[in-house]
Nanobody, 115 residues
Framework: QVQLVESGGGLVQPGGSLRLSCAAS????????MGWYRQVPGKQRELVASITSRGSTNYADSVKGRFTIARDNAKNTVYLQMNSLKPEDTADYYCNSRVFLLDYWGQGTQVTVSS
């Protein structure tokens, strides 16, 4: 069983930055693929960024060049650095862990980009 706890969401002005953190429990973090997803009401949850156990990253086209995903295996934590935020980045952001063909989700953290 993996528990994920996100933090770092909030209200930010357009052009601003936020860093999301996701702390994971358990001993399988280092072999897990970690990801950040986001969802707005009425729409499907979408992948924002992911990072494999070997550090390979993947980004949605809409965030390339603005967001960076990173992991610290010593701290069982994955981060999402979000720069140059836009109003359309407003959503609930969820941390995901995929290991042994199982998916685990955090409770989500809200990000609002507004002036």
């Amino acid at each position: 069983q993996v528990q994920l706890v996100e933090s770092g969401g909030g209200l930010v002005q357009p052009g601003g930055s936020l860093r999301l953190s996701c702390a994971a429990s358990g001993s399988a973090f280092s072999i897990s693929t970690m990801g950040w997803y986001r969802q707005v009401p009425g729409k499907q949850r979408e992948l924002v960024a992911s990072i494999t156990s070997r550090g390979s990253t993947n980004y949605a086209d809409s965030v390339k060049g603005r967001f960076t995903i990173a992991r610290d295996n010593a701290k069982n934590t994955v981060y999402l650095q979000m720069n140059s935020l836009k109003p359309e980045d407003t959503a609930d952001y969820y941390c995901n862990s995929r290991v042994f063909l199982l998916d685990y989700w955090g409770q989500g953290t809200q990000v609002t980009v507004s002036s």
